[in-house]
Each structure stands twice: as structure tokens, then as C-alpha cells.
């Protein structure tokens, strides 16, 4: 049963400090996505990448965070440096291009705490 | 007016029930359409794809109404294991991936 694995589950981290995230997609999928969910945003695409090149990280903060993709079996999203606000869940999910859309399946995501 | 535009309930139903959750989306030119169930503290999961003749799997069917830019999601016989957000999901045109609803909260009561 394939499947979107992250970590770490957990983070807890002060603030200012350094945070990685890391996503290992499902194999043969050829599209990554990061998400961050809050209580009061919902769920934000952050940016994705297909066959491994950014193609949209238009709703990511670019000054303190950054996402890329060195291998088809990694997907790192960094925040440097970390503020509270940034306390969220993130989720990567990886899916196949389908002709007008995607089918994603999500990891069980990365819970970031910032104080 | 946000792009997709959910109810967020809840909807408060006993088992056995019918019910229905509409979502509304912005962009004339949304290409595809998505479902997704998600529990509380987990990961969104695909319930289902939205196609234009609508979809049906069990249960569960999804319609689309593009003259009126809605979608819908009905669910026949509820059970206590359908209590979750559903979150309904667009594709846009251009190089935005999927925006997402702020999902809809179904509880099913004994």
C-alpha cells in the first residue's frame, strides 16, 4: 500500500530558529505539492512541482521560506528563520497529472509548533 | 468573493439520514473537481472526482452544475463513520494547481 510518508511528525521549535520538513512521495508519482493548514486559514497550497521543477510556489512567504525537490524520492520545504505564525500542519501530497487536474494523496503531515 | 466557497456547518444529521453539501467556485473556466474527506487530526483523503455527468460510488454521488458553478456531494444512508469534513477542491486555469474550500462538517449521531 503505497504511501506519502513525511517528517517529522512533530516539531517544536523557538522562534528564529532554522525548521526542514521532508516529504518522500509515492513512487511513479510525478507531482509534489506542500500545504499548510491553520484553524482560521484552512488548507493553502503552498507551492508544487512536477517532474521534480517548481511550477508554482506563488502562495509561499519567499522570504523566509523556501521549497525544492534534489531527487524524484525527496521533497524538502524549509522556513528560515521560523516565526510563530508559522505554528500550522503541513502537508505534502504527491499525484498524477490527470487531463484537467490532479489526484493527491496526502502524507500524514508535519505539526510545527513555533514559540 | 474566495474562489471556492463551502458551508462550514455543522451539519448535525442522525444515521440513516440523506444529506447534501454544495460548494460554489468562482472561475467559470475551473477545469476539474474533487471531493475529499478529512478527520479530525488527519490527512485530507480523495473521496471522489466530480466529472460532468456526475459520479456515483455507493453511497456517495457528486454532481456538477457548470451554469449555475457548483458542485455537490449527497450521501445516502449515513453512518457514524461519515462524520468528517469534506473539503471540496477546484483546478483553475492556468499554472494554480487546486484551491480548496474551507470544508463542510458533517456529524452523524447514533
Known amino acids: 500500500d503505497a504511501r506519502v510518508t513525511q517528517t517529522p511528525r512533530h516539531k517544536v521549535t523557538e522562534m528564529g530558529q532554522e525548521v526542514t520538513m521532508r516529504c518522500q512521495p509515492i513512487?511513479?508519482?510525478?507531482?509534489v505539492f506542500w500545504y499548510r493548514q491553520t484553524m482560521m486559514q484552512g488548507l493553502e497550497l503552498l507551492a508544487y512541482?512536477?517532474?521534480?521543477?517548481?511550477?508554482?510556489d506563488s502562495g509561499m512567504p519567499k522570504d523566509r521560506f523556501s521549497a525544492e525537490m534534489p531527487d524524484a524520492t525527496l521533497a524538502t520545504l524549509k522556513i528560515q528563520p521560523s516565526e510563530p505564525r508559522d505554528s500550522a500542519v503541513y502537508f505534502c501530497?504527491?499525484?498524477?497529472?490527470?487531463?484537467?487536474?490532479?489526484?493527491?494523496?496526502f502524507g500524514p503531515g508535519t505539526r510545527l509548533t513555533v514559540t | 468573493r474566495k474562489e471556492v466557497e463551502q458551508d462550514p456547518g455543522p451539519f448535525n444529521v442522525p444515521e440513516g439520514a440523506t444529506v447534501a453539501f454544495n460548494c460554489t467556485y468562482s472561475?467559470?473556466?475551473?477545469?476539474?473537481f474533487f471531493w475529499y474527506r478529512q478527520d479530525c487530526r488527519k490527512e485530507p483523503k480523495l473521496l471522489m472526482s466530480?466529472?460532468?455527468s456526475g459520479n456515483e460510488d455507493g453511497r456517495f454521488t457528486a454532481q456538477l452544475n457548470r451554469a449555475s458553478q457548483y458542485i455537490s456531494l449527497l450521501i445516502r444512508d449515513s453512518k457514524l463513520s461519515d462524520s468528517a469534513t469534506y473539503l471540496c477542491?477546484?483546478?483553475?486555469?492556468?499554472?494554480?494547481?487546486?484551491?480548496f474550500g474551507s470544508g463542510t462538517r458533517l456529524q452523524v449521531q447514533p
Open positions: 513512487l511513479g508519482h510525478n507531482t
Open positions: 501530497a504527491s499525484g498524477l497529472q490527470l487531463e484537467g487536474g490532479y489526484e493527491q494523496y
Open positions: 472561475n467559470s473556466a475551473s477545469q476539474s
Open positions: 512541482f512536477r517532474n521534480r521543477a517548481p511550477l508554482d
Open positions: 466530480v466529472y460532468s
Open positions: 477542491v477546484v483546478k483553475g486555469t492556468g499554472r494554480r494547481a487546486l484551491t
